[in-house]
């Protein structure tokens, strides 16, 4: 065993040097770049290089999302804590020796030992460290000051070593690497689940399930859809459904009637039949009271199965208590329910092969509340009855599988809410009305086919668009792998073999340069898998779904955690500008988080709650007028480049996803909304006469003009805003209707766009009056420096203060979301801009950003459009299941592979983006003539498989 090096002698007493001055703070954007690569692809360089160009432009991807790579490769891991340390100036031996030991640099032990040599340094040098004191803490004993800051030190110390050893071994690759293996593994999982236990979601549904806090039922693996009543009425048309049983079937008759009409009243003999008939729908339902099973009710059944025309659409029978009741308890009175639903069940067999049929087993009962003459009907003869009952019915065909269905799940309704029952035998009318929504769902999720009602759906089958899709991806994997093999063996032909003279291996020191078409067919082998990925979560029936449901503590504590984290990882900023690139990083990031955790929670149920992620929505729009404007405004780049940039980068995965899930563009609203904005803020300038801060400069008169044309801007949304009918037929031409419609109208693309209409305005005029306080040198933006004096600093922090706390009591006491949306376009930029000062005027406060949040930020594009599918399920309106039965476990896997799938396609599309926008205007030309040609094509795909459908 190698020994390490002899140790540095003590330094001196004092040592004002911290833990982190010699070894460097370990950020996300360390923690994400993993290991460099020895040579990076052309492209992407040069991706990086027009990131760094763009830096003016201060809220990155094209405004809202930031620009370039996502993954910051600006700090190696070649740079050691001693380095880090020489640069400021504050290095000292021991520190040195020990961080660059520790970071593994120097230690042989590291080579031979792994991880070991690192550990081995710190522990001697601590053991051999003297305790030192600061002169900060001179007031306090020696001895004191010695035992204290030596502690502090040494935990810091081992902290941070502990950080880089986890850095070194964890990157962003490694990560997606642990992400593909557990889709895979889970995937595997599922099939063989389905395979063993069956792919009926019907099952499921019919069978299984568990109560979110006291109402909500939660079907085990599916979604089960709220029918309205125009729905069920829709569903039901021309249909017959008959309920035959006892008192307890009869209440489930009831609560089914009243969602098609809920004012139909439980009223009339009990013990007798009960029609229902809605004319208009054409709906009949029927209770037909049969309390025991015996002759009379088998007379009923053999009826339907003679005459085809009276014969129901769906029938539900069940009953046993009244033969408990009658009979005491005897055991002569099982035996001879057992004959007599013997004799029943091939009658039911055989009205199941054209009717849908469904036997309700028996809920338990509340012994403590039943009457006297009830006493007789304990769960224990329920339980032997309900057996008595599924062994028959199971058994009554020489099929593998029974045609009747048992209606189980209200057993496991009841045992939850049977306590709240009036007589211990008839269940409160909250269960009663979930046992009826099953039911619904069991028969309409297959006719009506509701996105939040995945419960006994089918697979869709492929359309012609998403067979032509799966055809180009799959063409692509299979030219990257026949480019890879080719490119390996001809590597292995050029590669160097061993000079037999020197006995050394001579190596290649310069890597041949990666080539457009391999970055093109791995980015498109990649982006098929991931596609392939999306399909299986959202559209296959592969993996499962839930609904959501909110509480205040699912969206609470989430936000606590990653504002703890936020904090925790903090870092300088390279400059001190308002709103500098960092920042605005950082900004993004936790608005994307917060946007995140309210969608899975449920949490737009809660009006304080969506009114505050509303603001968050307008707070991107309004970087993305601030954003563009600034660009424009500064650098004068009008071309055609910058514009196709901004769209691809935008639009690409939305076109993709829009192909794959087949979901119109409208779907995904914000980046149409985006899109849609940044062009008119374009058009806006560009438009003669074309006024830039260089030209202002000369003359004040210019910056009039420019304020002229925000006033006609502002015009023309006010127009749009009060004039729906104006805004429907502009957006109602072929072909923007094909972009902007929504289930054939347009009514929410003209919603959404008219409920944050002010905001990119506001983004606009307020990056116009900064400037121009810049450039006059009104402001103070240096390190440590209030923005403004100390008073008007002051003054103007108070006045942010109280306006953000107003606008969230506002938003707090709003009565109804028709009313707080009315008001919210004029109102949410008070609470953008006091956020803004209150984040900028204290100089400390502008001086550091979040990494963390600064790292999601710049994938914030991504995670909002990856959302839809692979993080949440049914287009946002449930939950994706990977690990049933551990909520909290299948929140943490699923999100570690959401948010690598949405990294890793933040560095498809930069990297796509160098190749198919060149900078070269006859290449881009080409290329714009190439995309206009397949997206006529995709235009008269989607007309072909419109009229199909219909």
């Not at 063996?489 to 078409?517: A, Q, W, Y």
């Not at 955690?561 to 900004?587: A, H, M, P, S």
């Not at 600093?793 to 709003?814: G, M, P, R």
């Not at 006091?834 to 950003?849: C, E």
Request: contains cysteine.
């Amino acid at each position: 065993m190698s020994l390490p090096p002899p140790l540095p002698p003590p330094a001196a007493a004092c040592d004002p040097v911290t833990p982190e001055g010699r070894l460097g703070l370990v950020t996300p954007e360390l923690w994400a770049s993993g290991a460099p690569s020895q040579a990076q692809p052309p492209l992407r360089q040069e991706a990086q290089e027009e990131e760094e160009e763009e830096e003016g432009e201060e809220t990155g991807v094209q405004g809202a999302w930031g620009t370039g790579t996502a993954e910051q490769r600006w700090r190696g891991w070649g740079e050691t804590a001693e380095a880090a340390a020489a640069e400021k100036g504050q290095v000292e031996a021991v520190g040195t020796a020990a961080a660059a030991a520790a970071a593994g640099s120097v230690s042989p032990a590291r080579g031979a030992g792994g991880g070991r040599g690192g550990w081995w340094w710190l522990l001697a040098w601590l053991r051999r460290r003297q305790p030192q004191c600061c002169p900060c803490v001179a007031p306090l004993p020696r001895s004191a000051a010695q035992c204290c800051h030596g502690g502090t030190k040494m935990a810091a110390l081992a902290y941070n070593l502990g950080k880089r050893e986890i850095n070194h071994y964890f990157s962003v690759r490694s990560a997606k690497v642990l992400a593909l293996v557990a889709v895979l593994l889970l995937a595997v999982c599922h099939l063989a689940s389905r395979r063993y236990r069956g792919n009926d979601s019907c099952e499921y549904l019919l069978s299984s399930g568990r109560f979110l806090g006291e109402k909500v039922w939660q079907p085990h693996s599916c979604m089960m859809h709220k029918y309205k009543i125009s729905e069920a009425k829709n569903c039901l048309v021309d249909k017959h459904i008959a309920f035959i049983g006892d008192s307890r079937i009869r209440q489930l008759f009831y609560s089914f009637v009243k969602i098609i009409n809920p004012q139909f009243k439980e009223e009339g003999n009990k013990h007798e039949n009960i029609p229902f008939e809605d004319k208009i729908a054409s709906v009949k339902v029927d209770f037909l009271w049969h309390p025991e099973v015996n002759g009379s009710m088998k007379q009923c059944i053999k009826v339907w199965t003679e005459d085809s025309v009276a014969k129901p659409h769906v029938i539900v029978a069940g009953a046993a208590t009244w033969s408990i009741k009658i009979h005491n308890g005897s055991n002569e009175a099982l035996s001879q329910y057992k004959m007599n639903i013997t004799s029943i069940a091939p009658l039911l067999e055989k009205l199941a092969k054209t009717s849908d049929v469904y036997w309700v087993l028996q809920d338990p009962v509340y012994e403590d509340l039943l009457s006297e003459n009830r006493k007789m009907i304990t769960n224990e003869k329920i339980d032997a009855y309900n057996e008595a009952a599924v062994s028959i019915l199971n058994s009554s065909t020489r099929n593998s599988k029974s045609n009747v269905k048992m209606f189980s799940v209200s057993k496991l309704i009841a045992q939850e809410t049977i306590m709240e029952s009036l007589d211990g035998l008839h269940l409160p009318e909250s269960s009663r009305e979930t046992s009826a929504m099953i039911l619904m769902n069991v028969y309409c999720n297959k006719i009506l086919k509701p996105v939040d009602g995945s419960c006994c759906q089918p697979q869709p089958p492929l359309t012609l668009i998403q067979k032509l899709a799966a055809c180009f991806f799959t063409l692509s994997i299979i030219g990257y792998l026949i480019f890879y093999i080719i490119h390996r063996n001809t590597h292995r032909k050029n590669k160097s073999c061993t000079d037999l003279e020197s006995g050394e291996e001579k190596k290649n020191i310069i890597n041949p340069p990666v080539s457009p078409l391999e970055i093109l067919l791995q980015s498109f082998c990649k982006l098929g898998l991931i596609m392939a990925y999306f399909y299986m979560c959202d559209r296959a029936n592969l993996f499962m779904k839930e609904n959501k449901f909110y509480t205040h503590s699912t969206f609470f504590i989430p936000i606590i955690y990653i504002l703890v984290l936020g904090v925790f990882y903090n870092e300088n900023t390279k400059e001190t500008k308002v709103l500098n690139r960092e920042q605005t990083d950082e900004w993004k990031g936790w608005m994307q988080l917060v946007i995140l955790i309210y969608h899975i929670s449920g949490a737009s149920t809660f009006l304080p709650v969506y009114m505050h992620i509303r603001v968050l929505v307008a707070a991107y729009l309004f970087q993305t007028g601030y954003g563009h404007f600034s660009y424009f405004w500064i650098k004068g780049d009008f071309g055609i480049h910058r514009v196709c940039q901004v769209l691809f980068r935008l639009n690409f995965l939305v076109v993709v996803l829009c192909i794959v899930m087949d979901r119109p563009y409208q779907f995904y609203y914000f980046v149409p909304l985006v899109t849609v904005w940044f062009m008119v803020i374009y058009v806006t300038l560009a438009l003669w006469p074309q006024i830039i801060q260089k030209k202002a400069n000369g003359n004040c008169f210019w910056h009039f003009g420019l304020l002229l044309k925000l006033a006609a801007l502002l015009l023309c949304i006010c127009f749009l805003a009060y004039s729906q009918g104006a805004f429907e037929k502009i957006f109602s031409l072929w072909p923007f209707s094909k972009c902007f419609e929504l289930k054939g109208n347009v009514y929410e693309w003209w919603f959404r766009w008219r409920l944050d209409r002010y905001v990119v305005f506001h983004g606009m005029l307020f990056a116009f009056i900064y400037l121009a306080l810049q450039k006059r040198q009104i402001l103070s933006e240096g390190k440590g420096e209030p923005l403004f004096s100390n008073k008007v600093s002051n003054f103007l922090l108070f006045i942010s203060v109280v306006s953000f706390l107003t606008y969230s009591i506002w938003a707090s006491s709003c009565k109804n979301k028709a009313e707080c949306n009315e008001l919210h376009p004029s109102v949410s930029v008070v609470q953008i801009l006091a956020f803004i000062l209150i984040r900028n005027i204290p100089g400390y406060a502008r001086s550091v950003y979040s990494s963390f949040f600064a790292w999601f930020g710049r994938i914030s594009l991504e995670l909002f459009i990856c959302q839809y599918h692979i993080w949440l399920a049914a287009d946002t309106r449930g939950i994706l299941v990977l690990i049933p039965g551990n909520p909290m476990l299948n929140i943490i896997v699923s999100t570690f592979i959401f948010v690598c799938v949405a990294h890793e396609i933040s560095q498809i599309t930069n990297d796509l983006a160098q190749i198919i926008i060149p900078k070269d205007n006859s290449s881009l030309l080409k290329r714009l003539a190439c995309i206009a040609a397949f997206f006529c094509g995709l235009l008269i795909l989607s007309s072909i498989q419109d009229k199909s459908r219909h």
